[in-house]
């Protein structure tokens, strides 16, 4: 593995997001003296808060899978989730989603086999369940067989598959299982019923395409959503990076809130200096770069050319009084509220040119206060819960609209559709204090107005993204859901680990246990 040359002592972390933080954490445990430099007042990135009068609400990711992950990064530094200043409490969500279709039925999702065998039996009736556990088989083998040498591993080059024998192993196993044929087509004929196949292939969504088109290899997803379990931390989502910065300042680390980094000075190649809005400049060994692919080249990293970006989202966040939301027809942390139409859905916003909103949307509610009742707001005597709605919708090189203009008329559509659903007085009572559209994501710098990165096709994916340490730098590696491995909470933690080995190396830093992930994975899939 390449790794950087020469002196690691002094490391500059830019972007205190959970890959950022990750990558600190690991390599302060490996005894280099790090700093994080953060433009926000906060910790946390695309999983950090939005402040509001009297309440704070998650302003990014609300699925929060594989927590061990987040143990690791902690462990790194000799601490665990109690330990930690302040500790964590992480619970799993039962269940982890409640969705609900188009013909007014609804289904529970749960990482319990027995218990999710139960509710598929009362949904789609007993053979569908039969058929349930094939699935749920084959979803955990193609997760099992890509995590340590695909997800968790760091590649020089698409030639590491042939090259590296335990890589090797695992592509030849990806292959014997079929894993690079598409997923949608897998799941729709191991599955009858089209509303339990919705559950298990929505999640390419968060790979950035259709799953008519997502390969099987992306089955690790709905594996983690529906198999590992969906967990939600006390106190938000939040709470992950605060006891992550924490962690990382009660073992020597250096943050610093509110510091924007503007570039790095570099001398023959090789970074010498990170500088910052002020003026000031940190003399470095090494750069951890956690920036957006959208907004590398202001810091001297050229961007890999025709990249493709994810669908972006319309979200929402607020307020709605307790008495409105109880009479909804669903009471569930996650709602995955199905419009009628599928494959139409996914023409709309994934389209690489012509994309628009969806005409008939299929939307994600959440109602963190329903898992964590000091989430409850009482103001003027009404008692209030935070909501936020996300709908997804095209990226700006696919649909180049103005959501400075459409993004309010938009949002009351939504919730015009939610009220026709059954969702009584949505459009009248739900306090919007924030709402975030592509030119939200654009305007800090993000690829294409998404939040959600490079999509993962093919040649974005694996050892074919963008690479964390990018040819041109000797010592700049980046981390974050633009490179390797990918979107999502668990990956950017990963992510920062893998930049971490890029600079210290795989081996150095006793006391990281990242092993035991996989083990305590595979025991608690035994008990489920």
């Keep these: 593995m390449r790794t950087v040359r020469g002196p690691v002592d002094r490391v500059v972390v830019v972007g205190a997001g959970l890959s950022g933080l990750s990558a600190a954490l690991y390599l302060t445990g490996a005894g280099c003296s790090v700093t994080v430099l953060e433009r926000a007042d906060h910790p946390g990135g695309r999983m950090g808060r939005y402040r509001f009068d009297g309440y704070d609400i998650d302003s990014g990711a609300t699925i929060l899978t594989l927590p061990e992950l987040v143990d690791d990064a902690l462990a790194a530094v000799g601490l665990d989730t109690d330990s930690a200043v302040p500790p964590l409490r992480i619970r799993p969500l039962a269940p982890a989603y409640h969705a609900r279709f188009a013909d007014g039925s609804d289904l529970r999702v749960y990482s319990d086999a027995d218990r999710m065998s139960a509710e598929v039996t009362r949904v789609c009736g007993p053979d569908e369940a039969v058929r349930y556990r094939r699935l749920r088989d084959w979803l955990g083998r193609v997760y099992r067989a890509e995590y340590d040498e695909f997800l968790a591993a760091n590649f020089d080059s698409p030639l590491d598959l042939v090259r590296i024998p335990a890589k090797r192993a695992a592509l030849l196993d990806l292959v014997a299982l079929g894993a690079f044929g598409r997923l ?65 300042t009660a073992a020597g680390g250096r943050l610093a809130l509110g510091t924007e980094v503007t570039g790095i000075d570099y001398h023959l ?60 027809p669903v009471q569930a942390h996650h709602t995955i509220d199905f419009g009628a139409a599928w494959a139409q859905t996914f023409r709309e916003i994934t389209a690489r040119r012509g994309g628009r909103p969806m005409s008939d949307p299929s939307l994600l509610l959440t ?22 709605l996300l709908a997804p919708c095209p990226n700006l090189d696919s649909a180049p609209l103005d959501w400075d203009r459409l993004g309010p008329a938009y949002l009351r ?15 009248s009572e739900f306090v919007v204090d924030r709402l975030d559209t592509p030119a939200t994501w654009r305007d800090q710098g ?26 041109g730098s000797e010592n700049v590696v980046l981390a974050g859901c ?42 608690r899939e035994a008990v489920n």
């Design 367 to 388: 109602r963190p206060a329903l898992s964590d009742p000091g989430l409850y707001l009482i103001r003027d005597g009404v008692r209030y819960e935070p909501f936020s």
């Design 184 to 248: 949608g087509r897998r799941v729709t004929r191991t599955l009858r019923d089209p509303r339990l196949s919705r559950l298990f292939t929505f999640q390419a969504l968060y790979a950035g395409m259709a799953p008519a088109q997502a390969l099987g290899v992306y089955g690790a997803i709905p594996h983690m959503d529906t198999g590992l379990g969906v967990f939600f931390p006390e106190g938000g989502m939040r709470a992950v990076a605060d006891t992550l910065a924490g962690a990382f």
């Design 269 to 328: 190649g090789r970074a010498q200096r990170v500088v910052t809005a002020g003026g000031r400049t940190l003399p470095c060994d090494a750069v951890v770069l956690t920036a957006d692919l959208g907004s590398l080249d202001r810091f001297g990293v050229r961007p890999r050319r025709g990249l493709r970006a994810s669908p972006a989202a319309v979200v929402a966040h607020g307020l709605v009084p307790v008495a409105v939301t109880g009479q909804w």
């Design 482 to 523: 633009g490179t390797t491995p990918g979107v999502g909470v668990p990956t950017a933690l990963l992510s920062g680990k893998l930049a971490a080995q890029r600079i210290v190396g795989e081996n150095r830093g006793a006391r990281t246990r990242a092993p035991a992930t996989v083990r305590r994975a595979s025991r």
């Design 413 to 427: 559509e939504l919730l015009s559709a939610l009220e026709a659903r059954g969702y009584h007085r949505i459009t």
């Design 446 to 471: 993000m690829i294409a107005g998404t939040p959600f990165s490079a999509a993962h096709l093919f040649r974005q994916t694996g050892p074919f993204r963008s690479r964390n340490f990018p040819r």
